[in-house]
């Protein structure tokens, strides 16, 4: 049975495969569903996985020759003994992509025996996740942040966030201000209540888009290998990756997850991402370590008030399965903030345990 390549056919993908510098050999396509944002396409040869074929969203990063310049610096300081190196194929142009009529495209190297988690309970998985963000940022360390371009403005800026959604609801009809009404008061009381963490941090260079299912984990081993959708990397704050990568760590539900109860915040999965981070050497200041908790509590609420205003939107940025996912999505996300708010003192005590150890 031919494979569902949904906008594309199987002579298209093969055709703008033939932009780029690679062996001449009959491809095969299947395409990767987990993204909100871009097309994304496992491309096989004799069966074996070979490549990653993306078109970039353009509505979404309107700087494409920034963002591959962004990435292809990045993917060159990105690899050692304990990170898996990600490449990127040239085009025949040249270039790191290609421009066509049906888009931006991309290739990169494929990683094999790798597999993702959207979730996970096991503590193992969650150090890894640490690890490997801590590796990340170790790695890019040196990197200057003029070097890299915004790919997407003031992406995690709180104070542009609530202007977005405060003219998401001038502008929403009544019925869909109705429908959701519990998101806009509960985005109302937590704008009261979260404020922005101190911008006397370093910037850096950040992934900026940490969820757990952007880390590529062995089939065999479950070790950590590397992070993966990287059109999110620029200079942003520690907290951003730290908060990123914890909300979709310590809670087992989906983000869309309508039933509130089974949305939790398990301590002990903290505690090994977090033992996981200190398990590389030293690069952070005190401060940014001790930011983390406000960070956990920052991110799935941003996120949230994201989701709320292109509900409100119509659906414009994320991609939805369904009229309501967005609603759905910002409040399991305020009720995770929530939950995060509630357990900032024990986020606190357990950064202040690793923190005693490498003093």
């Given at each position: 049975?031919?494979?569902?390549?949904?906008?594309?056919?199987?002579?298209?993908?093969?055709?703008?495969?033939?932009?780029?510098?690679?062996?001449?050999?009959?491809?095969?396509?299947?395409?990767?569903?987990?993204?909100?944002?871009?097309?994304?396409?496992?491309?096989?040869?004799?069966?074996?996985?070979?490549?990653?074929?993306?078109?970039?969203?353009?509505?979404?990063?309107?700087?494409?020759?920034?963002?591959?310049?962004?990435?292809?610096?990045?993917?060159?300081?990105?690899?050692?003994?304990?990170?898996?190196?990600?490449?990127?194929?040239?085009?025949?142009?040249?270039?790191?992509?290609?421009?066509?009529?049906?888009?931006?495209?991309?290739?990169?190297?494929?990683?094999?025996?790798?597999?993702?988690?959207?979730?996970?309970?096991?503590?193992?998985?969650?150090?890894?996740?640490?690890?490997?963000?801590?590796?990340?940022?170790?790695?890019?360390?040196?990197?200057?942040?003029?070097q890299y371009v915004d790919t997407i403005y003031k992406f995690h800026d709180l104070e542009f966030r609530k202007m977005q959604f405060l003219?998401?609801?001038?502008?929403?009809?009544?019925?869909?201000?109705?429908?959701?009404?519990?998101?806009?008061?509960?985005?109302?009381?937590?704008?009261?209540?979260?404020?922005?963490?101190?911008?006397?941090?370093?910037?850096?260079?950040?992934?900026?888009?940490?969820?757990?299912?952007?880390?590529?984990?062995?089939?065999?081993?479950?070790?950590?290998?590397?992070?993966?959708?990287?059109?999110?990397?620029?200079?942003?704050?520690?907290?951003?990756?730290?908060?990123?990568?914890?909300?979709?760590?310590?809670?087992?539900?989906?983000?869309?997850?309508?039933?509130?109860?089974?949305?939790?915040?398990?301590?002990?999965?903290?505690?090994?991402?977090?033992?996981?981070?200190?398990?590389?050497?030293?690069?952070?200041?005190?401060?940014e370590l001790k930011s983390i908790p406000a960070g956990v509590i920052l991110m799935p609420f941003l996120h949230g008030i994201r989701a709320?205003?292109?509900?409100?939107?119509?659906?414009?940025?994320?991609?939805?399965?369904?009229?309501?996912?967005?609603?759905?999505?910002?409040?399991?996300?305020?009720?995770?903030?929530?939950?995060?708010?509630?357990?900032?003192?024990?986020?606190?005590k357990v950064v202040s345990k690793y923190l005693q150890q490498v003093k």
């Amino acid at each position: 049975m031919a494979e569902d390549l949904g906008n594309y056919s199987l002579e298209q993908l093969r055709d703008i495969l033939k932009q780029f510098k690679l062996s001449p050999q009959e491809y095969f396509f299947n395409p990767l569903q987990s993204g909100l944002i871009n097309d994304t396409f496992l491309v096989r040869a004799a069966d074996h996985p070979e490549f990653i074929l993306q078109r970039i969203n353009q509505n979404v990063f309107e700087n494409v020759e920034g963002l591959m310049t962004n990435l292809d610096r990045a993917l060159k300081k990105l690899k050692g003994a304990s990170y898996t190196r990600i490449k990127l194929i040239s085009a025949t142009s040249g270039k790191m992509y290609a421009s066509l009529p049906s888009g931006y495209w991309r290739v990169m190297t494929y990683i094999p025996n790798s597999v993702t988690y959207n979730t996970s309970e096991d503590p193992k998985i969650a150090f890894e996740a640490g690890r490997i963000i801590g590796k990340f940022h170790v790695l890019l360390a040196s990197e200057k942040n003029n070097q890299y371009v915004d790919t997407i403005y003031k992406f995690h800026d709180l104070e542009f966030r609530k202007m977005q959604f405060l003219a998401a609801v001038a502008r929403a009809t009544q019925t869909t201000k109705n429908t959701a009404e519990k998101g806009i008061l509960l985005a109302h009381q937590m704008l009261e209540e979260i404020q922005d963490l101190p911008k006397n941090l370093p910037h850096r260079i950040c992934h900026n888009d940490t969820k757990l299912n952007n880390i590529l984990f062995s089939k065999t081993t479950n070790k950590a290998l590397c992070l993966i959708d990287l059109d999110t990397i620029m200079k942003g704050y520690f907290h951003y990756d730290i908060g990123d990568a914890v909300r979709t760590l310590v809670n087992t539900a989906a983000e869309d997850e309508q039933n509130h109860a089974k949305i939790n915040f398990r301590m002990s999965i903290f505690e090994a991402f977090i033992e996981g981070l200190f398990s590389n050497k030293a690069f952070l200041s005190e401060d940014e370590l001790k930011s983390i908790p406000a960070g956990v509590i920052l991110m799935p609420f941003l996120h949230g008030i994201r989701a709320l205003t292109d509900f409100l939107n119509n659906n414009l940025y994320y991609k939805v399965s369904y009229e309501n996912q967005n609603l759905d999505r910002a409040l399991s996300l305020f009720d995770f903030t929530q939950k995060a708010i509630e357990q900032k003192a024990p986020m606190e005590k357990v950064v202040s345990k690793y923190l005693q150890q490498v003093k």
